[in-house]
């Protein structure tokens, strides 16, 4: 039990799970959001059919304007991480070296540099009016340091250094700059292995007159799109996915950054929780903060959009086969399922990439299976009624 009730925060740091916490229910607002824009009946952009004798090109004709409360959202998220960070910091010294006047307090940060000497001159800079805890050499700037960008070859993607520009950015200027952009893009008769497989589209938002495809006039090549939202790196020309974005530093936050600053060690067991219940006060801190989810919030939607995307395919794909339902009983089948039934259902499916009699007979069971499900689904509903 002393294991689950993570004995390795102290209580003077259990209020940085509850700021990790709202981070993960902000991040958990930008997928409600964007999960309405993906997922919009004429979807988020619209491509049209142009000849360029002699060839035809497929031409993106419209992109649905991004909701301004994405970007005011996803500030909002990365500032609450930052400040977890901070906090955590200006708990620990205050742990140690008591409370500080106001002149004091003004030099407890988290630095991001990308240099090792320009974390000597922050430490430096602490000798004289910075508290005991933070002059150079000492246990807690040792903590501190090995956060730092520069201990890494990528600078420009360690997490720190992601969460610095982001959060600079979004408090003097303006909220991130977010963009539809297509992640990849594969012909429907050359499938690959995996998504992961397939050879990432340049980072770039989709623009009214950009040419998707081009092939011979009178040749059909069906394609399968990976639209994805992006987001703008301040000061670069980069725009990773923005889920993955919000999926990585707050990962590095909670399961790295934290526990090194308030431990100094590797990050001990249990990890802290994506998000536990902060809407409501508890007796037992520690329990609530035990029983909080393990599943983060870029996690959920990721599921949230593969469930709603198969059941758009299943709806079709079952609807075809001998004895099945109708369309709409069964679309009524698969949106009873969580979205996790609906996944581990798909699951039992095993690609194919050559004719293997074995895996396409498997599949044909496992289609029947669910078949028989969404009939079973309607005669309940029927007796219901």
Known sequence: MKDSM?????????????????????????????????????GPFELEEQLAFPNTRTVVTHVAPMPRKVPLLVADALIALRAALEHALFAEVEFRDGTLDEKT???????????AEDFESWAKGRVKNGPASLHPGSDLVKRVEGLQPFNRKDIENHPLARLVL???????????????????????????????????????????????????FGTRVPVTLFPTIGINRPGTDRWPVLMQELEEIPHWVRTQAVPRLVTGMEP?????PTRYEIAVGH??????????????????HRQRLGAASVRIDMVDTLSQMD????????????????????LERISQLKPTHTYN?????????VLKGMRDEAVAFGADEAAGD
Do not use: C
């Open 323 to 342: 004895g099945s339902p109708g369309a709409e009983q069964i679309a009524a089948w698969l949106d009873h399922l969580t979205d996790e039934e609906v």
């Open 105 to 115: 307090a003004r030099l407890v940060e988290i630095p991001a540099t990308r240099k």
């Open 6 to 42: 993570h004995h390795w925060l102290p209580d003077h740091h259990l209020g940085v799970a509850a700021t990790l916490s709202h981070a993960d229910e902000l991040v958990g607002e930008v997928a409600d959001v964007l999960f309405a824009y993906q997922t919009r009946p004429d």
């Open 357 to 365: 009699l074995d895996i396409v007979l498997r599949n044909f069971e």
């Open 166 to 216: 982001h959060t600079n950015h979004a408090k003097h200027r303006t909220p991130a700059v977010t963009a539809v952009r297509i992640a990849a893009m594969y012909n429907e008769d050359q499938m690959p292995r995996s998504v992961r497989s397939l050879p990432p589209w340049p980072e770039v938002p989709l623009r009214v007159g950009d040419v998707i495809a081009e092939t011979p």
């Open 268 to 272: 001990p067991r249990p990890e802290l």
């Open 283 to 300: 007796v037992n801190e520690r329990r609530a903060i035990s029983a909080g989810a393990t599943m983060s919030a870029a996690d959920r």
